[in-house]
């Protein structure tokens, strides 16, 4: 419970590092350019608009459905994403919903994994379509795959990102078992973990 509570309070100090950092500059600048002697309105409103769709973002990421199976929670965030990003996600669970029967702590992990990387892919790959896709394997195995078409990323272990320091500690927490297989044609993320019989 102690190591969930630190990742959560470092989950939150990042969005309020976003806020601040992010939609804060773009609103700053939004106003200075107001500002001038002969003021730039177009430039403007394209720096309010992308303010806009940054709170629209975060405010995504922090709801909450602590109730519902993972796979229904799962396909809801692909949902959310699709709303305001450019990149199509698509979701199928092809384990039929064995994924819902893993023991709680290990289903909000994964979602919380799966939220991370769909955040870095939308941030970083440049990709134009990513497919999020749950498995059971023959050695009775869940897999949880996030396969984007962008520019790829460098080592996961080299990666020095908040986000993802937080993805292994949550991988850790439940035992899971991380695989990235990265290129320049695209990254393909892979969450195991022992299914329930």
Avoid: C, W
Wanted: proline letters at 2%; zero cysteines.
């Amino acid at each position: 419970k102690e190591s969930m509570e630190e990742v959560r309070k470092i989950e939150v100090a990042a969005i309020g590092r976003n806020l601040h950092d992010n939609v804060g500059n773009i609103l700053a600048s939004a106003l200075g350019y107001l500002s001038l002697k002969s003021p730039n309105t177009h430039l403007s409103q394209h720096l309010v608009k992308e303010a806009i769709n940054e709170i629209r973002f975060l405010s995504h990421n922090l709801v909450k459905d602590e109730d519902l199976p993972l796979s229904v929670k799962l396909e809801a965030l692909i949902g959310r994403f699709n709303d305001f990003s450019n990149i199509l996600f698509l979701f199928e669970d092809f384990s039929v919903g064995k994924i819902n029967q893993l023991e709680k702590t290990s289903q909000q992990n994964i979602y919380m994994i799966t939220q991370e990387v769909l955040t870095n892919i939308i941030k970083h790959s440049k990709a134009t379509e990513t497919f999020v896709q749950i498995f059971e394997r023959e050695n009775a195995t869940i897999q949880l795959t996030i396969e984007d078409d962008g520019i790829g990323m460098q080592s996961f272990a080299e990666s020095g990102g908040i986000g993802l320091k937080n993805i292994t500690k949550r991988a850790n927490l439940s035992n899971l078992k991380l695989t990235v297989d990265s290129t320049p044609a695209g990254t393909n993320f892979i969450i195991e973990t022992p299914s329930i019989s």
